[in-house]
């Protein structure tokens, strides 16, 4: 089952084409990444799918029905858990309110529990330190409080705008490692990342951006190490 289908989107910025005429389908349980260089249009698709740019035409449709024009908050309420590179978490709340912030949308007291449970499973150095302020943790504990907060909302897709961005070696094993238990039990997640070769371990499907436009890539994990498959599709030498 198709859960969000992306048709001939274009979004532009004044003269500026950032996305142009993209076509993106996420299968529910799927994992779809995004990669490319910076400024290909990557966060501008994920923006236009939470509902905060708007798009100059295409359609946007969840589990079938049209969400081009709804509010970010309606599209929120309908499943959509959003994590932005600046990961939006709040430095004078501890790490519990955080995530209590995010079960408020829960009508269900047990079900909210039981998904502060989870986050808290999946990321136990959050367990740990669930008084302490959100300001005080390493750039790696903030990513994981903010993907963690999303969870807790049971969303049906989970976007995650370059998860790994200024993040150690270290810290991504344990990031992709929480991310892939994620894809295995059959959640839906849609990421931008720059880490080619982090993203081609974790999606099912992967697609390059390039001046605002998209391509399928067929078997990129054979091209990682490819020179050129880094300088056409990352901009990277």
Known sequence: ?????????????????????????VEKGGVVAIVGPNGAG?????????????TRSGTIRLRGAEITDWSPERRARAGIAFVPESRGIFGSLSIAENLSLAACALAEKATAAAQIERSLELFPVLADRLNQRASVLSGGERQQLAIGRALVSSPDLLVLDEPSLGLAPVILDGLFASLAALRDEGRTILVVEQNVSRAVRLADHVYSLRGGLLERLENPQDLVGDPAFRAKHLGME
């Open 1 to 25: 089952m198709t859960l969000l289908e992306i048709a001939d989107l274009h979004i532009s910025y004044g003269p500026v084409d950032a996305v142009r005429g993209v076509t993106l389908d």
């Open 42 to 54: 990557k966060t501008s698709i994920l923006s236009a799918v939470q509902g905060l740019v708007r």
